[in-house]
């Protein structure tokens, strides 16, 4: 079956499609965060160049201030050298220079001296190193020369001197004169170009740190100014920067092994640090000023400083990824629940489908044989419901000589149909028991459906009965399609078999009214007639332009079965086929549902024929046990056989002494007896009230003796002995046939 | 057809010879008629000689046996033949009878 190929493959494709999510989610999360964290490289390489930018502007802004403050003090030496070397030979003159230079540098210049070869002034001695000092305000002059201090020796003195070069020294503690670190600018006086002494101040070192820590972009930056080798000469305040924390960037600065990185073009160099007490890394870049002192400038940043928005960046963007994750992890598992519900319903509706199926084998096992085919009579059928299970019905079976058949059509379509249809079938056997009467059995099955019938649904339905030896037809219709009848006989004007409509009274649908009264028709049937039923599905049958197949088309294809002779799986073929073709790609919209029935009795040849007549009396059964002893004797009956025969009839005609006629009245009681040799026939009649033995009960076989009823023996012979009973009431007469087979195969 | 019946050794003895259909039983019923009350003594009925039974007949047999279950007495049915016992097996009554 290609459709539950499909669907099996419809499914399997469903459950892949949900192993994915998982793949899918990952596959997502594992993109955002690539993405993430290439951005956030690049974010972080271009915050780094931005620090090497800003900080090569620090670093100069830096140098120049400085610079600015050290030249600002060279200046004034060298304008002061002129002076002081125009007065050379006047020493005291000479001092007030110094007084110039402390006074027009007051902020950073802290004192100022000469100090000349010894004894280049015999006057003054052999030490002359006058110091001019500011302190409170006032200005102050010391003579610093003496033998504990010795200036000669002194850096200031000997690179001046010797060198002949200006000459910044580094810090130092000047205990004598400042009392404080400072660092000293000397230059070499000279007389006849030759160097005699030295002009020179001191500076304060304190001032540096304002300068180059004045602004730094990031607040817990900081700068620290050391000499060419790497010696202090500032640091920032403890509030800045703790001293163990300037120490230990110190050493890393004098540590070869440290490794560095050149970077900002060249012009500074990188190293990174930790810092063990805010538990912090951070970076080092410094560069040496271009003039002398060649001071190195060191900037220190923390990295959590420069990266850190970026970090918080981070930690923000992968907070939103996270949440773009969970939401798709969300949509997917939706997407999982939708799914899986679907397979479920999906599911469940094949389960229903599978159901259905059942159901519908069920229904149709529960239908007779589609086909039957008697010596008298050949039937074929053919139901095709709309949905898996159908809510038409058609039923036969033969009783006592008679062809029970009724075909039916529950509203609506679908299983709830179907359940109703069951119902309907098993009244009609129910009824049909013990009934000939097609109106009474209509009437029974109406009342029973009728209670209880809250969903209002009804049933079409008609009922016949076809009695087999005389093709007396007994019909009752409740509101269903009128049969046709395909008669043997030939029209006069055609001279092609007859085909028309039953003439049937519009009684109501069973299951509407419980007290609806039906009526019962009568037709006689020919020989080699077939009864044609069907329900609307037929003639209501639509093609896609919602046209209905109706009454005349059916008609016309009836009027081709008839003139070909068609047997009644040929009609119900040929029917379909024209239904089929009519009807085409639109959708079947109701149950379809024909039953067609061909009337062939058989002619009996009898080579024997007897008849005997006797009153309703008991006594006439002696006489009349002779008449059958005789009868079984000319047809060469075996004992046995002979002797359930003569049991048989005599029990039937015992039930018709004692039933036919009221009670005291006379009454005779015909007796026919006819064989072909192969079956012998008895068919009692009488002209009594309509008494009809098949309709009595049986007696029940199992019951205990105490249980066991007087009654029902009789009737429970006849039909154990003999092979058929029919019994028809015909012309006013009640006609009893009885029928067995003479040589029964084993 | 012929119906005898007559007490041996505490117990009814009755036979029947013959056919017994619609007709006869009027009569045989009437002949039976003490096997009705039968005080608690088992019954047999000789039956060796009966070709023909009808549900008449049948029907004595049955009203017989339900006497006797009231009394609590037996009744059995000698030397039935074959066709007859069919009869008894159609109509059920082959459970209801004991056979000798």
Request: charged letters at 25%; a negative charge.
């Amino acid at each position: 079956m290609p459709d539950t190929n499909r669907k099996i493959m419809q499914q399997k494709k469903v459950r892949q499609w949900t192993k994915w999510p998982a793949v899918i989610i990952v596959l997502a999360a594992i993109f955002m965060e690539a993405i993430l964290a290439f951005q956030y490289n690049y974010a972080r390489a271009q915050l780094e160049e931005e620090l090497e930018r800003s900080t090569l502007m620090d670093l100069i802004t830096s140098a120049l201030r400085i610079q600015e403050v050290l030249s600002k003090a060279e200046v004034a030496v060298s304008n002061e050298l002129v002076h002081a070397e125009k007065q050379i030979d006047d020493p005291q003159y000479m001092q007030t220079v110094l007084h110039s230079l402390v006074q027009n540098d007051k902020d950073n210049i802290d004192g100022a001296f000469l100090a000349f070869k010894p004894d280049f002034y015999p006057q003054e001695g052999h030490w002359f190193e006058p110091y001019v000092r500011q302190k409170d305000g006032k200005v102050e002059l010391f003579q610093m020369g003496s033998p504990e201090h010795d200036y000669t020796q002194r850096e200031f003195y000997r690179m001046a001197m010797e060198e002949d070069v200006p000459h910044w020294t580094d810090p130092y503690w000047d205990g004598d004169g400042a009392c404080n670190w400072v660092i000293t600018y000397s230059l070499p006086i000279k007389k006849n170009g030759q160097p005699v002494g030295v002009i020179g101040v001191d500076l304060t070192t304190t001032w540096i740190n304002d300068v180059v820590n004045y602004y730094h972009p990031h607040p817990s930056s900081f700068s620290i100014v050391l000499t060419e080798d790497g010696k202090f000469i500032s640091a920032p305040t403890d509030s800045v920067a703790s001293e163990a924390l300037v120490n230990h960037i110190v050493a890393l600065f004098n540590d070869s092994a440290v490794e560095r990185k050149v970077v900002g073009v060249g012009r500074i160099t990188r190293f990174k640090f930790y810092d063990p007490e805010y538990n912090e890394y951070g970076r080092v870049y410094y560069a040496s000023k271009k003039s002398a002192p060649h001071w190195q400038i060191l900037l220190v940043c923390y990295d959590s400083e420069v990266f850190g928005e970026l970090v918080e960046l981070r930690r923000e963007m992968f907070l939103w990824a996270l949440l773009g994750v969970a939401i798709l992890t969300l949509i997917v598992w939706l997407f999982r629940r939708e799914s899986r519900k679907l397979q479920e319903s999906q599911l469940s509706q094949e389960r229903i489908g599978a159901e259905l199926r059942v159901a519908n084998e069920i229904q149709q096992s529960m239908l007779p044989h589609h086909m039957l085919q008697l010596d008298d009579v050949h039937i074929y059928g053919r139901l095709v419901p709309a949905r898996e299970v159908g809510g038409d019905l058609y039923d036969y079976f033969v009783r006592d000589g008679k062809l029970f058949f009724c075909i039916g059509d529950v509203s609506g379509k679908g299983a709830p149909s179907a359940m109703l249809m069951a119902v309907t079938h098993s009244l009609f056997r129910s009824a049909s028991a013990h009934e000939t009467n097609p109106a009474r059995i209509m009437q029974t099955i109406n009342e029973a459906s009728a209670e209880g019938n809250e969903k209002n649904m009804f049933v079409t339905m008609f009922i016949g009965v076809l009695d087999l030896p005389t093709g007396h037809l007994r019909y009752s219709n409740a509101g269903h399609d009128n049969p046709i009848v395909i008669s043997n006989g030939q029209t006069e004007q055609t001279g092609s078999p007859h085909v028309q409509h039953l003439e049937c009274d519009a009684n109501l649908p069973v299951g509407v009214f419980a007290d609806t009264k039906y009526t019962m028709q009568n037709t006689m049937i020919e020989a080699g007639s077939t009864l044609f039923l069907y329900t609307d599905g037929l003639t209501e049958a639509k093609n896609v332009r919602r046209e209905l197949y109706g009454e005349q088309r059916v008609m016309q294809v009836m009027i081709v079965c008839a003139s070909e002779a068609m047997l009644p799986k040929q009609i119900i073929d040929t029917v379909s086929d024209g239904v089929h073709t009519f009807v085409g790609e639109a959708e079947q919209s109701d149950d379809l549902t024909m039953l067609a029935i061909r009337y062939t009795p058989a002619r009996y040849k009898s080579i024997l024929t007897d008849r005997f007549t006797l009153q309703n009396d008991v006594h006439e059964v002696t006489r009349f046990g002779a008449f059958i002893k005789h009868v079984t004797d000319q047809l060469s009956i075996e004992k046995a056989l002979a002797g359930q025969l003569r049991l048989a009839i005599e029990e039937a005609v015992v039930n018709v002494i004692n039933y036919a006629y009221p009670a005291g009245t006379d009454g005779e009681i015909d007796v026919h007896v006819e064989s072909d040799g192969q079956t012998l026939r008895v068919i009692i009649s009488d002209s009594g009230v309509p008494f009809d033995p098949t309709v009595m009960v049986k007696a029940d076989t199992t019951l205990s003796a105490e249980d066991r009823q007087i009654g029902g023996l009789g009737i429970l012979l006849v039909r154990e002995l003999m092979d058929n009973i029919n019994y028809e009431r015909t012309d006013g007469r009640n006609v009893l046939t009885l029928v067995k087979a003479l040589h029964p195969e084993s | 057809m012929k119906t005898t019946i007559e007490e041996l050794e505490g117990k009814w003895i009755a036979t029947l010879e013959g056919e017994l259909d619609t007709v006869a039983a009027l009569d045989v019923e009437q002949a039976l008629k003490p096997l009705m009350d039968s005080h608690g003594k088992d019954v047999i009925i000789e039956c060796s000689g009966l070709e023909y039974i009808a549900s008449s007949g049948l029907r004595i047999l049955l009203s017989i046996l339900k006497a006797a279950k009231a009394n609590g007495s037996k009744v059995i049915l000698r030397n039935v033949n074959e066709d007859i016992k069919n009869v008894f097996k159609l109509t059920g009554f082959i459970s209801i009878f004991d056979f000798e």
